[in-house]
């Protein structure tokens, strides 16, 4: 498997902070991950250190095979970055923006117009930034973000202030890259957003990386019970249909089971396959956010 960014016992300080402890995972192409954390877990630190803005006290870390923080750091030309808050000169158009950064990445400048149309801003692009909305700004940062066709792209909380049908742009513009084999990392709050589109997700809390791995990876660690629900035809009776050990909420005509792993859920649903008396059954595994509460805690309590 080839790995793009590879982050290796890292720790960084900040004089007393210590904003990063210990910090391994890779990122490789073709794949979205999502780095999750409250305020201050150290998710802007790594992706400084990615860019080679600051350096690491202790450990490795390697972009496309580099050093980000040494002098001769080429790949820095496959990198693209979108930072937190993406501050424009209001005085210029979105065109002559994305010519100023095309030019400082060597990329001829009519090369880069394309990706105004590409973002949605092409009817906006002789207009001036000052006059922009905040989701017309986010655009021309993803824009400047794109330039050069990087391999690697690092999004600092980019849907946050976007409408729902810009989000969705948003991602499209992200899966189309992910699929032509680009490495996707964003840092991000918005667990439920990330949910159906990060395919690795990244946990931090206190500058440390809690837990990492797909969904369905983070589940299976947490041991989080499956909550499956079944609505009976009928009344129902005593002889409950697929009466299981754990249920926790029965009423005559809708019983909730709570089920440990994907083995004891599939039992379950062949068990219910046969019951005539059911009618409709719901699964609902545990959410990103469930997760994400759950290795805060685990972590949070072993400290
Ligand atoms: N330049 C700096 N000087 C001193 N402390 C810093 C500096 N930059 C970050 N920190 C501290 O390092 C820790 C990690 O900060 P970082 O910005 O990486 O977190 P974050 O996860 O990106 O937070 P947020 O979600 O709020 O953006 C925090 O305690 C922060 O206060």
Known sequence: MTVTVSVSGVDKNYRKVRALRDVSFDLIPGRLSALVGHNGAGKTTLIKLMLGLIRSDRGAIRVMGQDPAAGEFSARRLLGYLPENVAFNAALTGRETLTFYARLK???????????????????????????????????????????????????????????????????ILNELRDDGATVLISSHALNELEDRAEHVLIMNQGRLVAQ???????????????????????????????????????????????????????????????????????????????????????????
């Open 106 to 172: 060597q990329i001829k400048p009519s090369k880069a117009w394309a990706l105004l149309d590409r973002v949605g801003l092409a009817d906006a692009a002789d207009r001036r930034v000052g006059t922009y909305s905040k989701g017309m700004r986010q655009r021309l940062g993803l824009a400047q973000a794109l330039l050069g066709q990087p391999r690697v792209l690092l999004l600092d909380e980019p849907t946050t202030g976007l409408d729902p049908a810009l989000r969705q742009t948003f991602y499209e």
């Open 213 to 303: 791995g797909t969904l369905t990876e983070l589940r299976s660690l947490s041991q989080l019970p499956i909550r499956v629900t079944f609505d009976l035809a009928g009344g129902g009776n005593d002889e409950a249909a697929v009466s299981i050990a754990g249920e926790i909420n029965s009423s005559p005509c809708r019983r909730t089971v709570l089920v440990s792993d994907e083995k004891g859920k599939m039992d379950l649903l062949r068990a219910a396959a046969n019951d005539p008396r059911v009618e409709n059954i719901e699964i609902a595994a545990p959410t990103l956010d469930d997760l994400y509460a759950h290795f805060l805690n685990t972590q949070e309590k072993a400290a």
